[in-house]
């Protein structure tokens, strides 16, 4: 799967997409629409520490820019 994810550079959905998405359902995605962490589906998974660093690095990037 994670070859799969990489070979076709996915990006995860954004809020809004995922808004879309449940609106076209009956079951939620999202309980709480209104708040942003609440949409956020990767939140409970764990990742190999590179990703972590990778995720730091570009927030260091962004602020010294």
């Known amino acids: 799967m994670a070859r799969s994810v990489k070979g076709r550079d996915y990006d995860p959905p954004k ?36 990703v972590y660093e990778a995720i730091n690095a570009f927030y260091r990037q962004k602020a010294s820019a």
């Open 15 to 50: 809020r809004e997409k995922i808004a879309q998405f449940q609106s076209q359902q009956g079951f939620p995605i999202c309980p709480n629409l209104d708040d942003p962490d609440a949409c956020n589906v990767y939140k409970n998974l764990n990742f190999p520490p590179e």
